[in-house]
């Protein structure tokens, strides 16, 4: 875990917090030596590997996604029931994830940032966001309140669903960590054992959980949609840190926190956690 507060790491130039990083053309260059097709010369077309496993097996009730043999000791895929999923087949293409990290230049993971509502987590995500994409990373935000725009407007904020939201966020996160990019989930997600939960459905260091450690009282005064001021009144129940609880992590990478009363910059903290990143190579393939 390294705790955030120190002195700029980046250069801020922008009071938008513009992490800099110099290009905004957005177009990347991949050498010709970076193509992994087997065989390939000067064809763009290089072989394609086939499937593996074109027949399947009738094994219901197992849930791994292994190949087994059949009467005859033939490998074939098995099929799988997933939860209401019944005689499901897991696909594999021969273009993986290490493929399009190398394309990439960096290693897909989920940056999972977890606070109070007016901790500063959609702040973060988008000052983080600037500052990987000025180093020509890829990178792409879940915010908690975005997403209860569509995929999530079907969840209210009773207890049940806020677990909902999050373990739909943490698979779609997952996903996009597949596709080999930076994913940068921004929510509330008050319960330890959904954010664990999460973190249970990357592989080891695929998760990176960051804890805005602000304050209630820190939060409460910016309160820039006056949300808490609605929820002290009564008129919105259920209210995180309010009348809701919020569980704080026990053992996130990073921890971004007040000193001497004093909050760090925006372009700091993301400074903080591009360093994590570096030191951890997370930005090469
Ligand atoms: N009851 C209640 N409690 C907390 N927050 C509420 C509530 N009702 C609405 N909002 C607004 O919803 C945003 C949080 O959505 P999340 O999806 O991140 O919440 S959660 O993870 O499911 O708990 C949150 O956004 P942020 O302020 O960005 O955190 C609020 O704007
Ligand atoms: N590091 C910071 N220092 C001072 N104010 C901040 C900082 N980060 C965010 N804020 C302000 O706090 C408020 C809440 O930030 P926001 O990112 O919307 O929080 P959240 O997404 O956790 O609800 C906003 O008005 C924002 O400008």
Redesign the pocket.
Known sequence: MIAAGYPPLIRCPSPEFDLGGGSKSGFLKIPASNCRCKGARSSFFGPVKAMEGSKVSYVNGKTDKGLVEDSIGKSVRQMSTIGNSTNIVWHKCSVEKIDRQELLQQKGCVIWIT??????????ACALSRGLHGRGKLTYILDGDNVRHGLNRDLSFGAEDRAENIRRVGEVAKLFADAGVICIA?LISPYRKDRDACRALLSEGEFIEVF?DMPLRVCEA?D?KGLYKLAREGKIKGFTGIDDPYEPPLNSEIVLQQKGGV????CD?AGTVISYLEDNGYLIA
């Open positions: 606070g109070l509502s007016g901790s500063g987590k959609s702040t973060l921004s805005m910016r820039p909050c760090a910059s925006p903290m």
